[in-house]
């Protein structure tokens, strides 16, 4: 088959058992892949509320049938699993080298299950594949992990490992790949620690088949210089993510203050690019395969307490390490990700903490008897970087944190829950759906949480995102007026879904520039299977309606499609001043657009509709 | 040159890289147009290709680009939202 090897590889941890089993063309033509294949496998092996951390839940690497070619955005894979944070479906994506290492090792998914007696790594070495004891790198960082491994097996080597934060089981501990990327949210390191697996390491150098080469390769060539000259003239090579900070805090989408502020234009000036580019010397660092290079090489030397030379923050990261916090020194802010990484945590859900404490400790909620000392007053960059270890080590105040700040809050004091900032269990990303309103049926009914980037919906809003085959045009929306905000939250989720499927990186389509019509060349010469538009974003739609059925039997219904209380109270200044979401006419006009009830259910008409 | 009797005097804040395009701008972050000047052609007189002109405020709301500028107005140019990942 063009595209794919049709092969799933299991591995029993609880019996060392490696088998392969073959996947149905059906499937692959249903799911695509990635994200869609990953989360239809869950639902059929998984039974509801799946103990995390249990030896039946399964930590899935899956790659999509890009994966195995020089497509632009393609050298990525997705994670999926049940979440220790949320109890329900998650997936979670990153680049650097494993998805095309995966790929190219003969492996299309990776489904790893049951508990290993003791730490042990995953080494595939093309058709060799061993478990091996990890003694020699568990109880090492994520970035130590990294090398060691690397030093161990040799060149070619592609390594997801997790750091202290995973090993721990702590809730918001992420999967970090070859130093350069990061499976960042809903806890798939901790899932991975508790299945003691330390490091999955992969070397793959077999070429997958594709249906019409030629074809194919002048597109991959044809759309990586229309990515790259995109991404040249409108700056996102040059500044990457962070080139957002100025534009979203104008537009009240980025977190001041843990969501209680409404304005800080100077704090975003300094925390942005262009300064961040200059103060941190940020450079593009692109993925596998990628023209755009969104990932930040920075190289910090003073103050030494700052010191990173290294993967740089992100936009997210600026919003929850930063504007979230009050602390606008990109340098600190740099410093916090490097220790997020090493010690494998999400960096959104650890900055999301820090903010808590600081407006906990602001209420008199958190006092310092229970802080070991650390002093949470806005903007302290000594509360964030002391923080961050006693959180992936489970020490002291961070203990309280090991199964995230919802659980935390709710410890702490009755009404800490009041301000925890979150759906699902997990924390918000950094854009504010009081200004970008078509986030809120995006968050609320994000099949894995609060999540932007399983939508992207907020780039329409802000100007960055438009595909008219989608039917998504400039002018569509405006800000604060509920027309057109479903649709286009829906529209993009079935479009994100498609890219997790495909595993694309979104930033070709959003911000790089591929057009649909691109996408659907790319995969129709790669695959031979000539299918439509419509046929690829039904297929988008299928694994997210899969994902809520997977959400429903875990008990999250429309009783849960909430937006945190805190998000429900009007700014008083500011871009958004006065302003609070038309919540009920959101999710009542998203509901009927995807033909669910009343209540949140895929009706009978719409499962039969999509196959399910 | 601007004829100062049909002249109004803006204040333009520049965010994010468009902060590249500030050198028309005078100290106090103003300029002087034409009456009758829209966004999309102080966008011109700026340097910023109009294409990337599509989300801006005009006195702290979201403007048309069919907008009239009018003397004393403050006009906020945002860059297409792109990474917000």
Known sequence: MNGYWQKLMRVDLNSGNISTEPIAEADLKRFIGGAGLGGELLRRELGPHTDPYGPDNRLIFATGPFQGFPVPGGGKFSMAAISPLTGTFADTAAGADFGVALKKSGVDILVVQGVAAKPVVLKIDNNTVILEDAAFCWGKNAYESCDILSATYGPGFSVSTIGPAGENRVAIACVVVDKHSFAGRCGLGAVMGGKNLKAVAVRGTQSVPMARPEEAKALFRKYQKIIADTTRENGFREHGTPGLCESAEALGDMPIK??????????????????????????????????????????????????????????????????????????????????????????????????????????????????????????????????????????????????????????????????????????????????????????????????????????????????????????????????????????????????????????????????????????????????????????????????????????????????????????????????????????????????????????????????? | MTNLSSAVRVHVTLLSRFVAHSSALDPEGCLLVPHGTTVLELADLLGILRKFVIIFLINGRQGCKSDILHNGDTVVLVPPAVGGG
């Open chain 1, 258 to 612: 843990y969501w209680t502020g409404d304005t800080w234009p100077e704090g975003a000036k300094r925390l942005g690019a262009p300064n961040s580019t200059k103060v941190l010397k940020a450079r593009p660092a692109p993925c596998k395969f990628c023209p755009v290079g969104c990932h930040r090489h920075i190289e910090v030397t003073e103050p030494a307490e700052y010191a990173v030379t290294g993967a740089g923050p992100e936009y997210e990261t600026y919003g929850l390490m930063g504007s979230a916090l009050l602390i606008d020194d990109p340098k600190v802010v740099a410093k916090g990700n490097d220790l997020a990484n090493r010690l494998g945590l999400d960096s959104i859900s650890a900055g999301a903490m820090v903010g808590f404490c600081m407006e906990a400790q602001e209420k008199g909620w958190l006092t310092p008897d229970k802080t070991n000392g650390l002093d949470f007053s806005w903007g302290n960059p000594r509360a964030l970087l002391d923080m961050l270890p006693l959180i992936a080590n489970r020490k002291g105040i961070g203990e309280l944190f090991a199964n995230g700040t919802l659980e935390a809050a709710r410890k702490l004091h009755p009404n800490a829950e009041s301000i925890v900032a979150h759906v699902k269990g997990l924390d918000l990303p950094a854009h504010d759906p009081r200004s970008c309103i078509s986030l809120v049926p995006t968050y609320v009914t994000g099949t894995r949480g609060a999540c932007h980037f399983r939508g992207g919906s907020e780039d329409v809003e802000m100007g960055g995102f438009f595909d008219p085959d989608l039917g998504i045009t400039e002018g569509m929306t405006k800000f604060f007026e509920p027309e057109n905000q479903s649709f286009v939250a829906a529209r993009c989720q079935d479009y994100f879904g498609l890219c997790n499927s495909l595993v694309l990186c979104a930033f070709m389509i959003d911000g790089g520039g591929l057009p649909f019509a691109g996408l659907l060349g790319m995969f129709n010469a790669i695959t031979g299977w000539d299918f439509t538009g419509e046929d690829l974003i039904v297929a988008g739609e299928r694994a997210f309606v899969a994902q809520r059925l997977i959400n429903l039997r875990d008990g999250y219904g429309h009783d849960r499609d909430l937006l945190p209380a805190k998000l429900l109270k009007p700014s008083k200044e500011g871009f958004r001043a006065g302003k609070i979401p038309p919540m009920d006419r959101l999710l009542s006009d998203y509901y009927a657009l995807r033909g669910w009830s009343e209540k949140g259910v895929p009706t009978a008409e719409t499962l039969q509709r999509l196959g399910l």
